[in-house]
């Protein structure tokens, strides 16, 4: 259909969520500060209750804004902005940006492979592989959900291991010898499943991204094959693009 000419309306919830973009943006309301409830915007704007809300849930998955139960609704914290080239450990980004690392180990077994690891791992379905999960918390705050494989032959007695103040990455090196070099990395948006929705707290539904990674060693041996899922509300991911001469 040709829009060309026709006035297309504005839905009144985008029109609000402007408004309370740009006072955020232009500093006029800073982290932490309250900003108008639902009751409130409907009367400033002559809307219904609906539109106000969907104005604000959009906001709050954007991650701009920060419910908080029985108190309002605030402007959220900055997002992290992590830069997507550098193979590094999450403590380490963690303190990069002065943020206490901690985790949760949701559970640590030894398991054959299965078709999907394996096939990451380039493995057979049957070896032994062990299986880390773990709630990824900065500050107190969690973070990520992140499930790491590594090949049990690799790196033996990494079940045994206590990984909740203990970095993975540093672990593999010191301990095992192995220092990672090299990393293939995919990035994709998904929905928090209730589960993962009540160990981030966040709102079932919330975009999380997807991040599946396979590191090697210097001997470009496949070592670990993790899926983490960000918090897409607390996570920006940037990257550095060249343009290169047989592109133009
Ligand atoms: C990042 C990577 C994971 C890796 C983790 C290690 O978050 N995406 O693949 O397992 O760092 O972190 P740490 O060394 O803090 O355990």
């Known amino acids: 259909m040709n829009n060309m000419g026709k006035q297309v309306p504005i839905p009144l919830y985008y029109l609000i969520k402007s408004h309370l973009m740009e006072i955020i943006e232009s500093g006029h309301l800073k982290p932490g500060d309250r900003v108008p409830s639902e009751r409130e915007l409907?009367?400033?704007?002559?809307?219904?209750?609906?539109?106000?809300?969907?104005?604000?849930?959009?906001?709050?998955?954007q991650g701009l804004l920060m419910r908080v139960q029985g108190k309002g609704t605030f402007v959220a914290t900055p997002k992290i902005e992590q830069p997507l080239a550098g193979l590094t450990s999450f403590t380490e980004d963690m303190r990069r940006r002065g943020l206490n690392p901690g985790a949760r180990v949701l559970s640590a077994v030894e398991a054959a492979?299965?078709?999907?690891?394996?096939?990451?791992?380039?493995?057979?379905?049957?070896?032994?592989?062990?299986?880390?999960?773990?709630?990824r918390l900065a500050g107190g705050e969690p973070m990520a959900v992140e499930t790491s494989h590594i090949p049990v032959n690799i790196a033996p007695g990494l079940k045994d291991q206590a990984f909740a103040d203990q970095s993975l990455y540093k672990l593999l090196q010191e301990h095992y010898g192995i220092q990672l070099v090299r990393a293939t990395q995919s990035l994709e948006a998904v929905p928090a499943n209730s589960a993962e929705a009540d160990v981030l707290n966040v709102h079932e539904g919330t975009p999380l991204l997807l991040l599946e990674r396979v590191s090697r060693d210097t001997q470009d041996r496949p070592i670990e094959f993790v899926?983490?899922?960000?918090?897409?509300?607390?996570?920006?991911?940037?990257?550095?693009?060249?343009?290169?001469?047989?592109?133009?």
């Open 227 to 248: 899926r983490s899922l960000y918090r897409g509300d607390r996570y920006r991911f940037t990257t550095e693009l060249v343009r290169r001469e047989e592109s133009q």
């Open 113 to 135: 492979a299965g078709r999907r690891v394996a096939q990451a791992l380039g493995v057979t379905e049957a070896t032994p592989v062990f299986r880390l999960e773990r709630l």
């Open 42 to 61: 409907t009367a400033q704007f002559s809307v219904s209750r609906m539109t106000a809300r969907q104005a604000l849930a959009e906001l709050e998955n």
